[in-house]
């Protein structure tokens, strides 16, 4: 039986006021189980596990009260130095998508759950003066494993999210301004079900390569990233999610590499919307090619939700059509706009260089496009300034063939009008004329012209009517490097 029908019959028998605990369900492991032992029996061995509003002053699965589960998180939040790691990094994993994804659907599945997670990592990055990286992972079930692809759906969820994000972080004032920040990356994963189905489709495509920028479960859950905290959703599917992620971790890692602290936090869905509760699932009929070789440019200063959403698409156009021992060559082309172009922006002072730019985008393509080595630097070389110009560049090689350059840029074009071989452009929907512009440089020299991808601007538009003024002109103000510019300086003079 699929983990989705499992899951809608614990929900349909949840709704008729079944206790969890005399839930039966059929079809998994071939017999009919009860859901908190099929849930508990996934998982071989003992994980640190507690929930903050079910299981206060109850002993554990370790006979570990709350307050002692408490003490030994934050154990483990001081000793994160011995490890080698330098941040705060958590996981949450959120389960399917809603069958048609708005932002009211999408706030509606959601947003608690994130809100309070978002709550209690900008406690900790404010405790520990360092910001808290929070891997937000939700099932895709658009493989983009396949020739073509639906964009747009894939842009749709990506932006919902990070606009839901961005909105919860303004009504709880996290933000860089009060030293809570919270660094918030959304990763994609091959919903298990229909990964079982594509298997039929393509049966050499479903065991993942080590780059992304969609994985399988079983890759998310075995990579090497030293998550110190898993959270999950306190309800039927976020359970079995958790559990299904924690089992296929169990059979990787012994205990050499140390417990996992594992919170669950209450999911207090709203109602579904009425455009959600009889929605079938919808797809955009138009699909996009992939490319072998794909650009984008910016700024890029303080990278904030918009770059992360026009950077996630960037890494989705490229093609992942990969068969197993055959490397197909690949590019990614970053334009980072040079220090010399910026000299007038306001709040010049706080303006982050070009070296510091560039290592922020390549941290987030590299915690995007390969799950396994998030915190090693691929075979890259250094910043160096090509010959007969004053541009500078940053090499990454990846596996399977793949190469990422940062280059900077001193005009609109960069290098889309001097590499041939770049065949797409990832831009936002505000430099819609300098796609245009572009291909008109090209066409010029009687070049193909750029396959444009458009992206969404975040903004206010879709925000919940009921959100306070305060939170609204916050929320477009974290979209904006010159208001992050701004805050920096405020926090600064106090």
């Given amino acids: 039986m699929a983990i989705g029908s499992i899951v809608e019959d614990i929900v349909a028998m949840l709704s008729k006021g079944s206790p969890l605990d005399d839930i039966e369900v059929g079809g998994l492991e071939g017999a009919s189980t009860r859901i908190s032992s099929c849930c508990h029996s996934l998982v071989s061995e003992p994980y640190i596990s507690w929930r903050d509003d079910a299981f206060q002053g109850e002993q554990g699965e370790q006979g570990m009260s709350y307050a002692q589960h408490q003490r030994t998180s934050d154990a483990q939040s001081q000793n994160m130095s011995s490890t080698g790691v330098s941040q705060p ?22 947003a608690s759950t994130i809100s309070q997670v978002l709550q209690k990592a900008a406690d900790v990055s404010s405790a520990f003066s360092s910001v808290t990286i929070l891997d937000i992972a939700i099932p895709c079930d658009e493989s983009i494993a396949l020739e073509s692809f639906h964009y747009s759906d894939l842009q749709n969820l990506l932006g919902q999210l990070y606009r839901l994000i961005c909105l919860l972080c303004a009504e709880n004032s996290i933000d860089v301004q009060y030293g809570n920040d919270v660094d918030v ?45 898993v959270c999950s959703m306190d309800d039927a ?37 009425s455009e959600n509760a009889t929605a079938s699932a919808t797809h955009d009929q138009v699909t996009r090619a992939h490319h072998d070789a794909v650009a984008v440019g910016g700024t890029f200063d303080h990278l904030h939700a918009g770059h992360k959403l026009l950077l996630s698409m960037t890494a989705l156009v490229l093609n992942t059509n990969i068969q197993p021992g055959v490397e197909v060559e690949r590019s990614l082309t970053v334009g980072i706009t040079g220090d010399k172009l910026l000299e007038n922006k306001k709040y010049r002072e706080h303006l982050q260089d070009w070296h510091q730019r560039q290592a922020a985008v390549q941290s987030f393509l590299l915690a995007f496009l390969i799950v396994d080595q998030p915190l090693q630097n691929p075979s890259s070389s250094k910043a160096e300034k090509n010959e007969g110009s004053h541009e500078r560049t940053v090499t990454n090689i990846l596996p ?74 916050d929320f477009q103000n974290k979209l904006s490097s010159t208001e992050i510019r701004r805050r920096l300086a405020k926090r600064l003079t106090g």
């Fill in 185 to 229: 990356r959304v990763l994609l994963f091959k919903d298990p079900d229909n990964e079982a189905r594509l298997k039929d489709r393509v049966p050499a495509l479903v065991d993942d390569p080590s780059t992304g920028p969609i994985v399988s479960l079983r890759r998310l859950a075995c990579c090497g990233r030293p998550w110190q905290r």
């Fill in 400 to 473: 399977l063939g793949l190469t990422i350059e940062y280059v900077e840029i001193f005009d609109a074009f960069g290098p889309t009008i001097t590499k041939e071989s770049i065949s797409a452009l990832v831009l936002s929907g505000e430099t819609r004329a300098g796609g245009k512009a572009v291909n008109e440089k090209r066409a010029a020299k009687q070049w193909t012209a750029l396959d444009i991808f458009e992206v969404d601007v975040l903004d206010s538009a879709t925000v919940d009517a009921a959100t306070s003024d305060h939170a609204r002109d």
């Fill in 89 to 110: 990094l958590w996981l949450l994993l959120l389960p399917s998508p809603p069958r048609k994804v708005t932002a009211s659907t999408i706030k509606s599945l959601y």
């Fill in 237 to 273: 599917e976020g359970e079995i999610l958790l559990q299904l992620f924690l089992r296929l971790r169990n059979e990787t890692f012994d205990n050499s590499r140390g417990k996992i602290v594992v919170e669950r936090f209450a999911s207090k869905r709203s109602s579904p919307a």
